[in-house]
T-cell receptor
Framework: GEDVEQSLFLSVREGDSSVINCTYT??????LYWYKQEPGAGLQLLTY?????DMKQDQRLTVLLNKKDKHLSLRIADTQTGDSAIYFC???????????FGQGTTLQVKP | NAGVMQNPRHLVRRRGQEARLRCSPM?????VYWYRQLPEEGLKFMVY????????ESGMPKERFSAEFPKEGPSILRIQQVVRGDSAAYFC?????????????FGPGTRLTVT
């Protein structure tokens, strides 16, 4: 079946790097995503990676994909207090493009 | 370019009433996905629609829930005879095409509270 798992909580100091991890089960996933959700808000698409790629970098964000282990990570360099939010990993599943989400990782950034 | 719009943003209904949630996709997008987020949980897929067609409703509860995306106007998620367990945030996402596009853009959500 389809399942996406994330750790629930991460706390870092401002200026440090944050690494949020995710594992998924569907080996046929074509795309994997990271979304950010601030309190009371919708989901903001941060970045996504095609399944035949190992890494994608976009400014402070680096996504690493280990397809063999079905492991995805999001690294945020120079983490700021404005990065405090819930981060969701998602895989695209099946033929219709629906997304399967993890339960979200709450990132707390301490000044 | 306006993003995905949802209304109302907040909706309060008594048990047994009907809830209607609306989603207007981004301009040029003809594919809509609905997701539900229960408190403290991730999002769960409900239904995928194209204009005038339901493509995948594998995540929809069998009773009381229905969705449509007419040729004109927004997509509607309808919940009949609401119960307390329906209290959640309901998000829609739009895409220019279904399997052909990687990106899904989410609206701000409708937060439904059933009293």
């Amino acid at each position: 079946g389809e399942d996406v798992e994330q750790s629930l909580f991460l706390s870092v100091r401002e200026g440090d790097s944050s690494v949020i991890n995710c594992t998924y089960t569907d080996s046929s996933s074509t795309y994997l995503y990271w979304y950010k959700q601030e309190p009371g808000a919708g989901l903001q698409l941060l970045t996504y990676i095609f399944s035949n790629m190992d890494m994608k970098q976009d400014q402070r964000l680096t996504v690493l994909l280990n397809k063999k282990d079905k492991h995805l990570s999001l690294r945020i360099a120079d983490t700021q207090t404005g990065d405090s939010a819930i981060y969701f990993c998602a895989e695209r599943s099946g033929n219709t493009g629906k997304l399967i989400f993890g339960q979200g990782t709450t990132l707390q950034v301490k000044p | 370019n306006a993003g995905v719009m949802q209304n109302p943003r907040h909706l309060v209904r008594r048990r047994g009433q009907e809830a209607r949630l609306r989603c207007s996709p981004m301009k040029g997008h003809s594919h809509v996905y609905w997701y539900r987020q229960l408190p403290e949980e991730g999002l769960k897929f409900m239904v995928y629609l194209q204009k005038e067609n339901i493509i995948d409703e594998s995540g929809m509860p069998k009773e009381r829930f229905s969705a449509e995306f007419p040729k004109e106007g927004p997509s509607i998620l309808r919940i009949q005879q609401v119960v307390r367990g329906d209290s959640a945030a309901y998000f829609c996402a739009s895409a220019p095409s279904g399997t052909g596009s990687a990106e899904q853009y989410f609206g701000p959500g409708t937060r439904l509270t059933v009293t």
